[in-house]
């Protein structure tokens, strides 16, 4: 069944405002969360032009607003949906080759506070009702420590075993639980990325992928797949041989965008 209600944060562009228009159709109601009501605004009048009723919250899911706006919206509409998709980066400087603490301080706020604050008190409701699906959007990042994104890497794989713990804490009780593990997609963030983007993929084409998991229910929706299968090699491998491959996928980020949007 089609969910009615979709609540998603870090809706204003990238794949929160894709999965937001995957969404949209007539008898859906979406609740987008972000900061921007400009860039909220522009996904809201997209995704009503496709008959559905969007409203528009603004919050910070890195501050206790975000628990109140949801619970709030959830007292009058029942969250059937909910993607924890809010997110950002951080990595290496080109400068020095080191990761600046602001950048790194913000990851972990932002990508494993952040997604606590979001999932926590939705999927307590969800729980009291009975039924409910909630997914985190992670990253391929967190399927091994990549020197080039230490806090990144660590903030979304805490936020992916937090997520699928919940999935086997809540199955009893109706509510569904998922991981969402994507590696490049054409973002603003992916273009201020000076190294290599394998598989780099479109907005568009991972939100019809992670709509296709969720409705299967998937543990772990991961996209591309091979490129996922390679990265949790390096778990595996001698330390010897993965300091020879790690070199050929090394990246950096410019200093000015290393904490505005995410790397998936």
């Known amino acids: ?13 990238g794949i929160g405002a894709a999965l937001a228009n995957i969404y949209a159709s007539q008898g859906v109601m979406l609740g987008l969360v972000g900061r921007d009501e400009v860039r909220l605004g522009r996904v809201a009048d997209d995704c009503r032009a496709k008959g559905a009723d969007v409203h528009v919250l603004r919050a910070d899911v890195t501050t206790p607003e975000i628990e109140e706006v949801l619970r709030v919206f959830d007292a009058s509409h029942p969250i059937d949906l909910l993607i924890a998709n809010a997110g950002v980066t951080s990595g290496i400087s080109a400068v020095d080759g080191l990761e600046p603490w602001d950048t790194a301080r913000r990851a972990a706020e932002t990508n494993f506070m952040g997604a606590l604050r979001t999932i926590a008190p939705v999927a307590e409701r969800m729980a009291a009702r009975g039924r409910g699906q909630i997914a985190g959007i992670g990253s391929l990042a967190a399927l091994a420590p990549l020197p080039f994104s230490p806090a990144y890497s660590a ?17 009893p009780k109706g509510v569904k639980l998922n991981v969402v593990t994507l590696g490049y997609v054409e973002t603003d963030m992916s273009r201020r990325l000076s190294g290599p983007k394998p598989f780099l993929t479109t907005p568009a ?5 992670i709509r296709n998991g969720l409705a299967r229910n998937r543990a772990r929706i991961s996209y ?6 390679g990265i949790r090699c390096l778990n595996i491998l001698p330390e010897w041989l993965v300091r020879l491959i790690l070199p050929a996928f090394a990246f950096t980020i410019s200093r000015q965008g290393a904490s505005i949007d995410r790397l998936k």
């Open 205 to 209: 084409k991972a939100a019809i992928k």
């Open 155 to 171: 903030s979304k794989a805490g936020m992916e075993t937090y997520v699928l713990a919940l999935r086997y804490l809540l199955a």
């Open 1 to 13: 069944m089609r969910p009615g209600v979709v609540v998603i944060t870090g809706a204003g562009g």
């Open 224 to 229: 591309p797949f091979v490129f996922a299968m």
